[in-house]
Structures are given as structure tokens and as C-alpha cells.
DNA sequence: AACTAATCGTCAGTATGCTAACGAAATTCC
DNA sequence: GGAATTTCGTTAGCATACTGACGATTAGTT
């Protein structure tokens, strides 16, 4: 990057969480590569696995994506036989996503490499920085999470 | 978020990140809502005007995105006028990227809205503990540029 | 000069993420 | 009990982001 964009860019939080957060990506892709699930469907199948039979609506402020992305990517999660979907019996407008046998078995298998993935996303700092930086990511998540357009339903 | 789920997804800095990406994408995008430009719209346009010119493949490497999503971006702000593209004179295959007028006045607009969208992704913080989680944030950035899929052009 | 390498822009395909609108179903309010 | 409102899942449309492949063009090698 040239030095007077990068001035410019790299002064800007957004752009510099914006870059972590492809870093990310890339980590997580790489160290999962063998299981072909992404960071979503990993947070979702976690959340399925956590809370068996919630419905699409919660499921998707329980991970933080809004209800059109969550349906998207469960789909295709019930396509490649993770969760299935039934349909609500005493409400019908609801789908209950359930995770299957092989959900579990995939997520005991990911559990070591996505670790790794995210230990190495916050690697290069120092035990102490670490643990602040984590600490006011934390902050500025909880505190912000009204101003996401999908906010998570907290409690 | 139930306690069960929230547990396992707030312990993962990826989670995390993904979230604070989101919440700034909300901020920028009420900040600068009567512009209709995106950040990665606004980091091309910067880089644009900082360095008008550049042909796409290097534009693409100054903001850190792919050729073929960079070329995507640059098409949309071609339609709505606020660049456009020379094929390169010397070097056919190049596509050459300039600002137009509307973009230098547009980025002049801009410029506080969009700062305010970047300092209120991180206003929950004190000014100490903003400092530090920049300046970690920043080397995250930093040392793990090269894990990226899409690697900024350093120096 | 001719063959090979690399690079550029583009395209197709896939995934995440959002808004707005819709019908179906449930709830709320007279 | 019936009308208005709300909620749920879905769809269409748009934007970001990546991969892999392609033709065109250039650079490098012999």
C-alpha cells in the first residue's frame, strides 16, 4: 500500500476491522479447510447443537445475521445433512432446526482446528495485549450491538 | 443470545470481529446515508484520489480486496459516475482508474460523516483503552496481512 | 523471432449480509 | 368474534468477497 493510502486507511478503525476480520476468513478456511464449513455455519451449527429446535427467527438473533441470511445458510447446512427442519406443530408459521448425527460428530472434529483459527487470528499479541484487546472487543460489541442492523437478542 | 450459546460464540475472537464488522457497516451506513456509498466504495474512492491512475489490479491490492470483486466495486461507482476508466496506452491490459469531479467533491462531503462512523465504532472505549485496542488492532492487521486471501501491497 | 511465463481484466460460481415486500399464520384489541 | 397488527419464512434485488478459469496481452528465455 502506498504510503499516502495507507495514511489514510489505516487510520480508519472500520477499515482495520474490516481487514481482521478477512484475516480471519482466511485462518479459519485454512485450518477447516478438510470439513468445507465457514465461520456462519460454524456459529450456527454451535448454536444448534447448543439449543436443538429453535426456530429460524431466534436462531438467527441468537448468532446475529438477519432472518433472509440465516434461512440461506441453513438450507444449504440441511442440504450437506447437518440440521434438518420441521415445521412448528402448534405454531406453523415456525421451522425448529435440529441438528443431525453427523453435526455432532462434525463439530467434536472442528472443534480443535476452529480453536486454532482463532487463537491465531489474535496471535501476534502479547498475553496482556491480548487479553485487553479481547476484553474491548467484547465492549464495543455489547455496547454496539443495538446499532447492528441484526442484533443479537442478549439474555 | 441464550446463556449456553452466547458462551461458546463470545469466547471466539473471530465472532467477535465479525460482529464489531457488522456494527460498523450499521454506523457508516446511517452516517452516510445520503451519500449511498459503501466503506469499501469509500476505501476505493480514497485510494483513487490519492493515487489517480492506478490500474485495477493495484487498486485492488491498496484496499485489500480481490480483482474480480474490485472490478465489481469500481464498475458500480463508474455507473453512478464518481470514477472512470482509461484502458492503458502503453499496456493494453491495464485499466487505469481516475476520480471525477462529483468524487473529489463527494469525498470532501464525506469526510466527517464518515470519520464519525469510524469513531463511533469504537467510542465505547476510554481514550487509553481506544488507543491500545487500535494500535493491537493495527497489528493484528499488520502481521497477519499475509495470511489474507486478498494481501494489502506494503511500502 | 518464437516459445514460454506471467499478468490483466473478466466471467461464472459460490457464500455472506442487508432491505423491502409478500402470503400465511398467530396474536392483540376492541 | 372479527378487524388490525404482528410475526414467520420466503423471495427478489443489491453489495461485498473469494476461487478458478478464460482470452488477451506483455515479459522473459533461448
Redesign the pocket.
Known sequence: MSKKTAFALAARPGFLI?RL??IH??LFAEECAAFNV????YSILTAVAAQPGL????L?QE???????L??????LARNGLVR?LQ?R???????VLPTAACKRLLTQMEEPARRAHERTIDALKPRERALFLKALAHLVSTGNAH???PLRVS
Not at 434461512?71 to 444449504?76: D, H, I, K, L, S
Request: charged share 30%.
Open positions: 474490516r476480520h478477512q476468513l482466511s465457514t465461520p456462519v455455519q426456530e429460524q427467527a431466534a438467527a448468532v446475529g445475521i438477519d432472518r433472509a441470511t434461512a440461506n445458510v441453513v438450507a444449504r427442519r412448528g402448534q405454531d406453523r408459521r415456525l421451522k425448529h447492528s442492523r441484526a
